[in-house]
């Protein structure tokens, strides 16, 4: 099978469907509105089109949006398959695997050992996070699994009666969540990847300990000798930072949720290597062998939820079958156990905790209020709130009086973290991640969580998240100061620092070009503090799915960083739909995993070295001049009703998609505007802003002939405009200008004027990117750009009509409440045609 049999296949599937449960006018409409569609793509006139749109009644219009929504959900599973498909048929040594990894260090130089003393230094750490653009309800994810799992056979007898039935079920199955998603809604959907992930990780471990052996000679045994440097951690129920519902509870849910999730993993494969490894060691006596004797102990503790020790044991089996010459039997059936056990042990996943500076600070006043150490804490300069907050860290008194019940406001701030306190005690510390501190601009803003933290007698080690422009620029000087103070360094210890770089607002405030040279500095010279001081560190990288905040290739992406910038390892954030497109098999997840490993092994490699000085000028122009651009558009006094016209950004807030709201608190405004609900808007509209405006002028700063060398021979500006090719690529000016038509009464020869200008920096943009590239944009990803291609005639249906429904929402009395279940249906269809909308 092919993937365009794939397509024909269960399209023409969708289609009987349709026919047998809508009737022949029905799939005649959809039928006549795809041909109409792709004469308009191809140059026709749009007058049919535009009146079939406009004739449609609100239950056609809600269906069609459907057909062409769920033709993109079954697209997206045959695009899907066939990549697990290609991966299946590849052979050694693909591109970004580990054994291209392992014999890449040797070409550069390094030793066995050296490689070796890499792997156990460096350690990648992928993040889940609420930050959902999916928006299907659990039930219709499980029919589409049901489905991906008949796509290798297709053509065996029954396959098309169970994937018609799935199908069937589907179209009569409310695709939208009738509630918002509580928490551990969220909670339980992310861990539904880990699965997969468990699968794939076996595998990783002989892969590794494999390449060591090809490459060097190098013998040791798999996850036992050689271990894939691989953490996972979670956000989901410890993300308080505007969200009001990651309540305390919500944290106790989440981390019961870990520990019962972990549990039914670890003892699942003890079972399976119970079953399997039926060997009798040399001690073994009875009927019961001995390896199964200590299998079956494992197995009972982790049932009755007790702390034991299960890689202690399992290695001891692990050693004892390879000094018996079963090695076979070692890695490929008693490994997997081993493997789960280190990596997601008891705890699953370690959680953070997330909370805005504002916050922390607030807890903080009160708390040296109650304790009468200072009447007013916030009103304090920066130089003596540090004075106040070090001589606390030098005491070990609390500050709440001891008995008394915590304020509202109190228990909500230290409540999460006597939460992970307790979960710490019950399976271990590494229940228990970072605190992360949102908006950190100062060094006090990292300090205040300590108190907070001993309050309940518990060590946190806080992780400034530097998320402004302004913010990334000062990062530096703040971690320089913050590591200077003694109680600081006392209390962080041999532990590595960690420092988390915020993607989605430096680009909403500044722009691509801006936030991504913003970030690139902020690193390099945070690294150069952090070795001066003689601290390890480890830099956190807040990535979203969409170009605009972050999104693109993890193996490009971390290929791309400043060299030297890595030291105790990475963190990356894993959000949106990339945990579906990147974790929902088992060769998904492991082709991911290994190009992320690999991108991180050869970028920790790399020995610290400034780029030339003639490219740091270079973006020392170009940023400024982006910058200057993107504000001077975003902040046109009639920008935001010309942007809350235009898009859906009013719908996308009644959508129920995530458990946190589209702004933090206060008056409406682009500054509280969340950046996912940003860049979802812009996606629907296909303009894609967040991923390229601004990046014209800063072309022109550099000048062409320098930005073709810096594109050729560095490895950051590479990345940097492959991603923006992506999001130039996925825009559509026919499809944009739809929604200009939206602008309406006063304001329109404002708005039409911006998104003129808004058009000829696009088309500008793909001038200048195509000649630094010196190709057509994705020309070095032809598979992109033809899924691109062939996605646009079935998208552009469910554009059209979502501006229509837009159009009598917001004209019509009551027309948001009457339109808004077929709106919803638009904005999902759209993201799934799209994809990386978040």
Aim: glycine share 8%.
């Amino acid at each position: 099978m092919t993937l365009n049999r794939d397509v024909s296949m269960l399209g023409r599937w969708l289609g009987q469907v349709l026919r047998e449960q809508r009737g022949e006018a029905f799939f005649e409409l959809v039928e006549r509105t795809r041909a109409l569609v792709r004469e308009v793509r191809a140059g026709g006139d749009p007058t049919e089109l535009d009146k079939l749109l406009r004739g449609l009644n609100q239950s056609e219009a809600s269906d069609l949006a459907r057909a062409f929504s769920l033709y993109f959900q079954l697209v997206n599973l045959a695009e899907e398959y066939e990549r697990v498909r290609a991966l299946r048929q590849r052979q050694d040594p693909r591109p970004q695997s580990l054994l291209r990894a392992v014999q890449e260090l040797r070409d550069q130089g390094m030793s066995a050992g050296e490689v070796q003393e890499l792997i156990a230094r460096v350690g990648l750490e992928l993040t889940f996070t609420a930050h959902p653009t999916e928006m299907r309800r659990r039930t219709v994810r499980q029919h589409l699994e049901r489905i991906a799992q008949e796509l290798p056979g297709l053509e065996r007898a029954g396959a098309q009666e169970r994937v018609l039935a799935h199908i069937e079920a589907l179209w009569g199955t409310p695709e939208l969540r009738r509630i918002r998603p509580t928490v551990q809604d969220e909670v339980k959907a992310g861990l539904t990847y880990i699965g997969p992930i468990a699968e794939a990780l076996p595998a990783l471990e002989r892969d590794l300990s494999r390449a060591l052996q090809e490459v060097y000679g190098v013998t040791g045994a798999a996850g036992l000798d050689t271990q894939v440097p691989l953490r996972f951690s979670s956000w989901m129920g410890g993300d308080r930072d505007g969200n009001p519902f990651v309540t305390p509870q919500a944290t106790r849910e989440a981390l019961a949720l870990h520990r019962e999730r972990a549990r039914d993993l670890l003892a699942g494969e003890l079972r399976r290597a119970y079953a399997s490894v039926s060997q009798e060691d040399l001690e073994g006596e009875g009927e019961q062998p001995g390896y199964r004797q200590a299998l079956l102990a494992l197995y009972q503790a982790v049932q009755r939820g007790e702390q034991v020790d299960v890689c202690g044991g399992l290695s001891c089996i692990y050693r004892e079958l390879l000094a018996a010459g079963q090695r076979r039997t070692a890695e490929e059936l008693l490994l997997p156990a081993l493997t789960l056990a280190r990596v997601f042990g008891q705890h699953l996943v370690s959680l953070d905790i997330r909370e805005h500076s504002g916050q922390t600070g607030q807890a903080v006043a009160e708390l040296l209020r109650a304790a009468g150490v200072a009447e007013d804490y916030a009103a304090l300069p920066e130089a003596d709130k540090l004075a106040l907050l070090s001589a606390e860290l030098r005491s070990r008194r609390p500050l709440w009086p001891a008995g008394e019940p915590l304020t509202d406001n109190l228990e909500t701030a230290i409540g999460p973290i006597r939460e992970v306190q307790a979960a710490a005690r019950e399976v271990g510390a590494a229940a228990f991640g970072h605190y992360v501190v949102s908006m950190s601009e100062s060094v006090s803003d990292v300090l205040e969580p300590l108190l907070l933290a001993r309050e309940v007698g518990f060590r946190i080690l806080p992780v400034p998240l530097f998320e402004t422009l302004d913010d990334l620029r000062r990062a530096p000087d703040t971690v320089r100061e913050l590591l200077t103070l003694p109680e600081y360094r006392t209390h962080l210890g041999e532990d590595a620092q960690e420092i988390m770089l915020g993607y989605s607002d430096s680009n909403k405030d500044a722009g691509f070009l801006a936030a991504n040279w913003a970030l690139h500095e902020a690193q390099r010279h945070i690294s150069a503090v952090c070795r001066e001081a003689g601290v390890r560190w480890r830099f956190f990288h807040g990535r979203g799915t969409s170009i605009g905040r972050g999104g693109g290739p993890a193996g490009r992406a971390i290929l791309g960083q400043p060299a030297g910038t890595i030291d105790a390892g990475l963190r990356i954030t894993e959000q949106g739909e990339a945990l579906a497109d990147k974790y929902s098999h088992p060769a998904l997840a492991h082709r991911n995993l290994e190009q992320a490993l690999y991108g991180t092994l050869l970028s920790a490699a790399r020995p610290p070295a400034a780029p030339p000085q003639g490219w740091l000028e270079a973006m020392d122009r170009a940023a400024p001049a982006g910058a200057a651009a993107y504000r001077a558009f975003v902040h046109d006094p009639a920008f935001l009703p010309f942007f809350e016209a235009i898009t859906p950004i009013h719908e996308i807030s009644r959508l129920n998609i995530a458990s946190r709201p589209v702004r933090r608190p206060g008056a409406p405004s682009l500054g509280n505007l969340r950046a996912i609900p940003w860049v979802m808007s812009w996606t629907q509209t296909r303009a894609n802003l967040p991923g390229w405006y601004g990046l014209s002028e800063g072309l022109r700063a550099i000048g062409m002939p320098q930005a073709q060398v810096m594109y050729a021979e560095w490895p950051f500006f590479r990345s940097m405009l492959d991603n923006a090719q992506m999001s130039l690529a996925k825009s559509d000016s026919l499809i944009f200008r739809r929604y200009v038509s939206l602008l309406e009464g006063e304001g329109r020869p404002q708005g039409e004027a911006l998104a003129a200008h808004l058009e000829d920096a696009f088309a500008e943009t793909v001038t200048l990117v195509g000649q630094v590239v010196g190709k057509e944009l994705l020309a070095q990803e032809p598979r992109l750009a033809e899924s691109i291609r062939l996605r646009n005639p079935y998208v552009d249906p469910i554009h059209r009509i979502q501006v229509e429904l837009l159009r009598r929402a917001r004209t019509e009395p009551g027309g948001l409440d009457r339109y808004e279940h077929a709106l919803m249906l638009t904005l999902q269809g759209v993201s799934a045609g799209v994809r990386n909308t978040g």
